[in-house]
């Protein structure tokens, strides 16, 4: 049947369309199981897990949860990690699901003023290093680290007559002119972690000298990471002329794991004096209609099953000693042993400060 | 010369019942999905001293200067560059003109990442261009936003360019005109309405752009919508927030009242041919400017998009090879990340076809109505509309979260908020596309219906639909391809097992490693094939061509 007139054909369409969503719809009304994204099972509750849009997780990991315990995961993202806590902030009362994964201790205070997280001190906790833990009073459980650094590309550094840097000091080193990419705090998470990572390193009083020297030696800031590490740096898979990087203690690791063929020995290093630590942690948002199953999922998410799943999901490391790291990890990741780092109320409480002085010393 | 002018008839001044009929359900839609949510999260952070802050901050003052300049520039550049590429493919006959057609389509769907990404490979230190030394500069965004919005022009205007009657400029070259005073002086007068609705979308465009700026435009330039987003989604600072957007839609509306202003002073009915009968075979001193601004096109839109599809086939240790294509479907599965490109593909097509099919009837009936009438209610109705495109996607987003969360509206999680995000950007476009062409339509010719006993309903079915089909199909177009690409929202919105091909591209992007890139240039290059086949598709269909009237 061909419409003979435009008006018919766009109504035929339009009703085709509006039927075909409208299905879709019952299917969302009906069971909220089947729309879950990883769990087959059918469980009597199924919780909603915000998160940022790079949480990753294998669905067997999921499902083996599910299966166990009868409850059901639904993964709701909403962008990136600093959208994903303040619509929390925004939604309070009336949250968009029962569990928010993926608060770091950059952005924690706000959250904890806040009141959106109803505390839950997980028996797992036991297993999890103190140095980890954000919030004594348990509103956020710690799930995970990973490490902001700066990356080199070893090709250049072999082929060149330069040390591989082992400090901050070693940037604002005229040898090292022009050498160096970084991502702008004002806009991107590695950027602010490794302004944070200055601050700590050269205190309240030095950062911004650094900061101005390093702008002297022509560092070269971008917006984001894809830009920094695709677009200006030479290691690896970048396509860039710099062979320094702010990036991930993870980055070589996910070099070898993402190439095909995998080489042997992952393109870029790690800068271990460099590293700041960024913990991820998860909360029970105040209002879920389901407060024991969002603590039994709080629970798996420490349980060595999903903490084994965490590294080569996310490319973060797991907080629970009791994980095994894959092989993958062991040959090419760097944990550092004592990484910069800054308490979270004093990041809360001058993190706009911060950024707005840096924006003054380096792009003004 | 008679018949071109416009005819005492224009659009009547009052507004009946059967106006507001037809305006009634497109209002209802903004209100509901546009003027709600954003009122909902603006009030949150109202604040009468906030706006005094930010207008007399000297630093955000730098920003909505830099925002208004930089928007102004790309969109003179983007219509001096596309104008002609709009004349050649409304015009001349050659093979393979509507694959270059759907092709030009191609930059406008990409993600602003990806296309970035592109630029600063080929601009970029160590680029093949980078002698130009545009890395960080403000050329380069301009370059990007006309790559960006080239089809904008060619679709707008090139819609009734392929429309108007060749032999009116014909008979003032007759007449002794020199072909530029007879372009000047007839056809262009002509045009003004499509040249206006073109430069107004592209306006919005660059003055609501955000990636391109960031990624090209280096660390020190920002947009309002990069203010906007940063306060409200990485600072939460609701008033500086609520205080830019406030700013942001009072700039919008100050620039589509004046548009609308010009175009309505313009507004005259034309004697409207069908496209094929004005296309002509280009020959001589025609031949050489088709071949010059298929080159322009080539270098302009074709380079940026060959060297992403080449990414796509870059093997790890150098050469070319499948690997990245490979990996669509095995790298990663199991993963709860894990799309397969078919899966991304069919999300895709799903939403894009119901954002179609609500911007179609939304923009539809809203475009009747502004077309129709020059009311006070007209005109707020026609500034109404073009709102979303002057809005930050975040501030939707977040809108969205805290105004639908309640029944009988409680859209939260629902796949409804991807498909009306993107209608809402869409929506826009189809009016633009059909208001010119719709004020265009000969009133003699609806009089002339009407006094033979049609009934109104009768004379927009077989009068006007007829005239404004091939209208109607770009807007479609138009629409689709508009909603293939949009991701600001529906990252925002999108559940996410059910991502987006733009969204699966971002995601790829966002971790290191020779795969991931590849995969994210490969998924790219899938974004790329569907909405030039999608184009041809929508746009190949021959739907009530304008017959010999």
């Known amino acids: 049947m061909t419409p003979r007139s435009p008006l018919a054909a766009l109504l035929v369409t339009a009703a085709l369309v509006l039927a075909a969503c409208g299905g879709d719809g019952d299917e969302e009304a009906t069971g909220a199981t089947e729309t879950s994204t990883s769990t087959g099972g059918d469980g009597d509750v199924t919780l909603r897990l915000v998160t940022h849009d790079s949480f990753a997780a294998s669905e067997e990991v999921l499902d083996a949860f599910t299966e166990d315990t009868g409850i059901g995961i639904e993964l709701v993202a909403v962008g990136d990690a600093g959208t994903v806590v303040n619509q929390a902030i925004l939604t309070k009362g009336n949250p968009l699901g029962d569990v928010l994964f993926g608060i770091d201790n950059t952005l924690l205070t706000r959250a904890l003023d806040e009141e959106i997280f109803e505390p839950y001190e997980s028996e797992l906790l036991a297993d999890v290093d103190e140095a980890y833990l954000l919030d004594p009073e348990h509103r956020v459980t710690p799930i995970d680290h990973g490490e902001v650094c700066l990356n080199y590309d070893r090709a250049f550094f072999e082929e060149s007559d330069l040390e591989v840097p082992d400090d901050l000091d070693d940037l604002t080193d005229p040898a090292y002119r022009g050498l160096t990419v970084v991502e702008n705090p004002a806009t991107s998470s590695p950027g602010l972690a490794f302004l944070l990572a200055s601050i700590d390193r050269y205190g309240e009083d030095g950062w911004q000298t650094w900061w101005s020297d390093l702008r002297d030696n022509d560092v070269l800031v971008t917006a984001g990471w894809e830009d920094a590490y695709y677009g200006s740096f030479s290691g690896g898979s970048g396509e860039g002329d710099r062979p320094i990087v702010v990036s991930y203690a993870s980055s070589p690791p996910a070099e070898v794991v993402f190439a095909d063929p995998q080489p042997d020995e992952s393109p870029i290093g790690v800068v271990e004096a460099s590293c700041f630590r960024q913990v991820e942690a998860a909360g029970i948002l105040a209002g879920t209609e389901h407060p024991a199953e969002a603590r039994e999922l709080i629970d798996f998410l420490l349980s060595v099953p999903f903490q084994e799943d965490i590294p080569l999901q996310m490319f973060v490391f797991p907080v629970n000693r009791e994980a095994e790291l894959p092989e993958a990890f062991i040959e090419h990741a760097v944990v550092p042993d004592e990484p910069l780092s800054l308490p979270v109320d004093e990041i809360g409480a001058n993190r706009e400060r911060w950024v707005d002085e840096w924006t003054d010393t380096v792009l003004r | ?549």
């Open chain 2, 1 to 549: 010369m008679s018949g071109v002018a416009s005819t005492t008839a224009g659009p009547r001044p009052g507004v009946s019942l059967g106006w507001v009929a037809l305006a009634l359900p497109p209002a209802a839609f903004l209100a509901v999905f546009f003027v709600w949510p954003v009122g909902a999260i603006v009030a949150q952070g109202l604040d009468g001293a906030a706006v005094a802050e930010v207008v007399t901050d000297p630093g955000l003052r730098g920003v909505a200067w830099f925002t208004l300049w930089q928007a102004a520039l790309s969109t003179a550049l983007t219509l001096v560059l596309a104008l002609p590429g709009a004349y050649v493919l409304a015009r001349y006959d050659f093979r393979g003109r509507r694959v270059v057609r759907a092709l030009v389509t191609v930059p406008f769907v990409l993600p602003s990442v990806v296309v970035g990404a592109a630029f600063l490979g080929l601009l970029g230190r160590g680029g093949p261009l980078a002698g130009l030394g545009l890395d960080q500069s403000v050329a380069a965004v301009l370059i990007a936003h006309a790559f960006f919005n080239y089809a904008v022009v060619v679709r707008t205007v090139g819609g009734l360019w392929a429309h108007l009657d060749p032999r009116l400029e014909e008979a003032a070259r007759v007449l002794g005109a020199t072909r530029w005073r007879a372009f000047r002086r007839v056809t262009l007068p002509l045009l003004r309405p499509a040249i206006a609705a073109a430069g107004s979308i592209v306006f919005l465009f660059c003055f609501t752009s955000f990636g391109v700026v960031l990624v090209l435009g280096g660390p020190t330039r920002a947009t309002l919508e990069v203010e906007v987003y940063r306060q409200t989604a990485q600072l939460l600072d609701l008033r500086t927030a609520a205080a830019l957007t406030l700013v942001q839609l009072a700039a919008v509306v100050a620039l589509v009242a004046v548009h609308a202003r010009a175009q309505r002073r313009r507004a005259g009915s034309l004697r409207l041919r069908p496209a094929d009968e004005v296309l002509v075979r280009p020959r001589g001193r025609q031949r050489s400017f088709l071949v010059a601004n298929l080159v322009l096109m080539a270098a302009l839109l074709g380079i940026p998009i060959l060297s992403l599809v080449e990414r796509s086939f870059a093997a790890s240790g150098g050469g070319y090879g499948l690997a990245s294509w490979r990996a669509l479907s095995t790298s990663r599965r199991g993963s709860t990340l894990f799309v397969s490109p078919l899966e991304a593909l069919g999300n895709s097509l799903t939403y894009a076809t119901g954002a179609t099919a609500i911007a179609l009837v939304v923009g539809g009936l809203a475009a009747f109505a502004v077309a129709r009438h020059t009311s006070l209610a007209a005109r707020g109705f026609d500034v109404l509309l073009m709102l979303p495109l002057g809005t930050s996607a975040v501030t939707v987003g977040f809108g969205f979260l805290i105004a639908l969360d309640r029944p009988p509206l409680d859209l939260r999680g629902s796949a409804w908020l991807v498909p009306i995000a993107q209608a809402l950007v869409a929506t826009p476009l189809v009016v633009r596309t059909l208001v010119p062409v719709l004020r265009s339509v000969d009133d003699r010719l609806k009089e002339a219906a009407a006094t033979l006993g049609a009934s109104p309903w009768r004379v927009v079915r077989e009068v006007e639909l007829p005239l404004v089909g091939r209208a109607m199909l770009v807007g479609a177009g138009f629409a689709f391809a508009v909603s293939l690409g949009e991701f600001g929202a529906t990252v925002f919105l999108a559940r996410p097992d059910r991502p987006t091909l733009p969204v699966a591209v971002v995601r790829l992007l966002g971790q290191p490693g020779p795969l991931s890139l590849g995969q994210a240039m490969a998924m790219s290059t899938i974004l790329l094939v569907v909405t030039v086949v999608a184009m041809l598709a929508i746009e190949g269909r021959r739907v009530g061509e304008v017959s010999e009237l």
